[in-house]
């Protein structure tokens, strides 16, 4: 997977004049903010697919999300993948009314929802499932939120971009100011969730360009860490 590294120059370096800790130092001091990012190639993605049908009766609304779920779910598996990669137990009925001033509320039929989540290891199957997916009834494609196999790799990476980002702005700045660096005083880090773009909402139809649209998709995962180091005197 091809990935590059940006350490980004955002964040701040502070002087003991404007602190970015709660806990304050009550000796010369130089606090900084470090971020990396890294932009990756995803290989998997998580497609939120949906199945809405109205009809007269319950059981009949009931019976035609389910047959257009197990229908998907068979071109799925014909596919290759795995039950432990599909999730479609959910179902949501509900009674549809007609409103008109001064009349009671006129029960026209019921609306059946199914959700069906899947996750596609192999991204070039993706536009196909799709196709499938609408070819047998789903008419709702929610969302595709694409991953990468290697995300814990890629998440360590930006980690240590950010580290790095840190340690240059102090030693940068503290140089500027004809001032040195005596270690390490305090490290906060929090774990940053990664950027996945969302590609493809609410559609219910795709031309033939859209298969290849994906193969160019990019994740992006951001670390940052607030370091505060001690100035010689």
Do not use: C
């Not at 536009?127 to 047998?136: Q, R, T």
């Not at 880090?189 to 994906?214: C, H, L, T, W």
């Amino acid at each position: 997977m091809k990935h590059s590294v940006i350490a980004a120059v955002l964040g701040s370096v502070l002087f003991a004049s404007a602190p970015v800790f709660a806990d304050v130092p009550d000796f010369p001091h130089l606090e900084t903010v470090g971020v990396g990012e890294v932009i990756a190639v995803p290989d998997m993605a998580v497609i939120h697919v949906q199945v809405s049908v109205t009809e007269q009766s319950a059981a009949a609304a009931k019976q035609a999300s389910d047959k257009a779920v197990a229908n998907f779910i068979k071109q799925l598996k014909k596919a290759g993948l795995s039950q432990k990669d599909i999730q479609s137990a959910n179902i949501n009925l509900q009674p549809q009314y007609k409103y008109q001033q001064g009349k009671s509320p006129e029960l026209t039929g019921y609306q059946a929802s199914r959700d069906v989540t899947v996750m596609v290891r192999k991204l070039p199957m993706l536009n196909g499932l799709l196709d499938s997916a609408l070819s047998e009834g789903i008419n709702r494609i929610n969302n595709i939120e694409f991953k990468a196999s290697n995300m814990e790799a890629l998440k360590a990476e930006a980690r240590l971009a950010a580290i790095k980002d840190a340690k240059a702005k102090a030693k940068a700045v503290a140089d500027g100011f004809g001032e040195e660096l005596d270690g390490v005083w305090q490290i906060r880090y929090f774990e940053q969730q990664p950027i996945r773009p969302v590609m493809y909402k609410a559609a219910r139809a795709m031309n033939d360009a859209v298969g290849e649209s994906y193969q160019n998709a990019q994740i992006t995962v951001t670390d940052r860490v607030e370091v505060t180091y001690k100035i010689s005197n």
